[in-house]
């Protein structure tokens, strides 16, 4: 990729990034749109400005229920993954109880987490896994059976272990599908957190503002804490993405 190509990719949505921002002061101002219903972006970057401490308190507080959460659902289903792989009973008994935990509202889950592991980060981590479990067992289910069988007939024939296939083989060619249901994640455990921070926190995190300022009608202050959230996300999805870059190089769509 030429340096010219990179700088277009960046370019292209910094431009119309600035473009949509532009058009919605305009109209805003120019409608005379109540700042109650859409305040204007430049309202809400002085809210921004001077509520850098409070939003960073909020981030800190609701980012460690998102990571917590994310690494044990992530894991989690993982090593389910693994582990329906090595057996077909727990194929078929598996599979149907975590899409039954992925079909579970959220609405109903937090209230419940919240009871079980009190108003602090853990009950949002506990959410956060709940909604991470299924999309990473699904993607790591379906990645283990990436290889094809002409591959897995040549380690055969070469007498390696359950073991050593599924390192060499069988893990690198699922790493796609896993790196998927990582980025998936990311936003799925941004979007728990903050949801179960709406049925209980302590005085901090992004959910619990949103929800008081809503009650407050601080718009602005609410637009701040979707600003945060959104960069955050994005950062949190792009982090992720780069380490799926360095590690699967070799795979056709990150050589393209």
Same mark, same amino acid.
């Given at each position: ?86 057996? =077909? %009973? #727990?194929?078929? +008994? !598996?599979?149907?109880?975590?899409? &039954? *935990?992925?079909?579970?509202? @959220? $609405? ?67 790493? =796609? %599908? #896993?790196?998927? +249901? !990582?980025?998936?994640?990311?936003? &799925? *455990?941004?979007?728990?957190? @903050? $949801? ?61």
């Amino acid at each position: 990729m030429t340096r010219r190509t990179k700088a277009a990719r960046w370019l292209a949505p910094l431009i119309f990034g600035a473009t949509l921002l532009a058009l919605w002061e305009a109209v805003v101002r120019g409608f005379g749109i109540s700042p109650v219903l859409l305040p204007p972006p430049s309202a809400i970057a002085v809210r921004f400005a001077g509520s850098t401490p409070i939003l960073w308190a909020d981030f800190v507080q609701t980012f460690r229920g998102v990571i917590a959460g994310y690494v044990i659902g992530c894991g989690a289903g993982v090593l389910t993954a693994l582990a329906i792989d090595r057996s =077909p %009973f #727990l194929k078929a +008994g !598996l599979l149907p109880v975590g899409n &039954l *935990a992925a079909a579970l509202p @959220i $609405v109903g889950i937090a209230p419940i987490m919240v009871m079980w592991f009190g108003f602090d980060w853990q009950s949002k981590a506990a959410v956060v896994a709940i909604m991470c479990f299924f999309p990473m067992l699904v993607n790591t289910v379906a990645g283990l059976s990436a290889s094809e069988a002409m591959q897995r007939d040549l380690m055969r024939t070469y007498a390696a272990s359950y073991g050593q296939t599924l390192l060499r083989l069988r893990l690198p060619a699922a790493a =796609p %599908f #896993l790196f998927n +249901g !990582l980025k998936i994640c990311t936003t &799925l *455990a941004l979007i728990g957190a @903050i $949801v179960a921070e709406f049925f209980g926190t302590p005085i901090v995190g992004m959910g619990f503002r949103i929800s008081t300022e809503v009650g407050r009608m601080n718009v602005d202050m609410v637009w701040a804490e979707i600003t945060v959230a959104a960069l955050a996300g994005s950062a949190f999805y792009g982090i992720v993405a780069a380490i799926e870059r360095a590690v699967t190089f070799w795979h056709p769509s990150q050589r393209g």
